[in-house]
């Protein structure tokens, strides 16, 4: 079946430090990989994807490279703000899942002025 | 307006009462989920309807069920509430582009 591993949180960064959050998959088929980010009192928000191998999604200065001989999809960015502090979800979903996501226990981000 | 709305957003209940939880979306997707999200486990798939003659149980059914009321309206329903099923609901749609569309949440607390 399919699975989402992230790394362990919570992480606490200063404003403008590096960010990234790890997420490794296991997967039938060929997902499509996304994350998703959630800020506070809010619902889930697409934050960026990639539907195939070396695809690089970005959105808000955050990116994501679909790596698929390591099965990974690391979410980077260079500065973070505080405005970044949220929740993030790492999710895949494959062909013959019929949208179905399978989430990431989600990791949350607070960032320190 | 938002494109998909829950209502209501808070709720407090006691056990064994019946809950419903209510799911409308403008963006004319005929894909429909519902989740909870606990903390430390992410989100889990309760219930997901691709039409409103296609209803689907997800990974985490037990004590629940739902109605597709039209290809707008997703319905979950907590026949007899337990304090367990306390937790953060989550509605979303799809297209058949795979991308889904959340809405706001509605925080249910079972006592």
């Known amino acids: 079946g399919n699975s989402v591993t992230q790394m362990e949180g919570p992480v606490t960064l200063s404003e403008e430090a590096f960010l990234t959050i790890n997420c490794t998959y296991t997967?039938?088929?060929?997902?499509?990989l996304f994350w998703y980010v959630q800020y506070p009192g809010e619902g889930l928000q697409l934050l960026l994807k990639a539907t195939k191998a070396d695809d690089k999604g970005s959105n808000k200065g955050f990116e994501a490279t679909y790596r698929k001989e390591t099965t990974s999809f690391h979410l980077e960015k260079g500065s973070v703000q505080v405005s970044d502090s949220a929740v993030y979800f790492c999710?895949?979903?494959?062909?013959?899942?019929?949208?179905?996501?399978?989430f990431g226990k989600g990791i949350t981000l607070s960032v320190r002025p | 307006d938002a494109d998909v709305t829950q209502t209501p957003r808070n709720r407090i209940t006691k056990t064994g009462k019946r809950i419903m939880l209510e799911c409308s979306q403008t963006?004319?997707?005929?894909?429909m989920y519902w989740y909870r999200q606990d903390p430390g486990l992410g989100l889990r798939l309760i219930y997901y309807?691709?039409?409103?003659?296609?209803?689907n149980k997800g990974e985490i059914s037990d004590g629940y069920s739902v109605s597709r009321q039209a290809q707008a309206k997703f319905s979950l329903s907590l026949e007899s509430a337990i304090p367990n099923q306390t937790a953060l609901y989550f509605c979303a749609t799809a297209s058949s582009y795979n991308e889904q569309f959340f809405g706001p949440g509605t925080r249910l607390t079972v006592l």
């Open positions: 997967a039938t088929g060929y997902p499509s």
């Open positions: 999710a895949l979903t494959t062909t013959g899942a019929n949208s179905k996501l399978t």
């Open positions: 963006k004319g997707h005929d894909r």
């Open positions: 309807s691709f039409d409103v003659k296609d209803i």
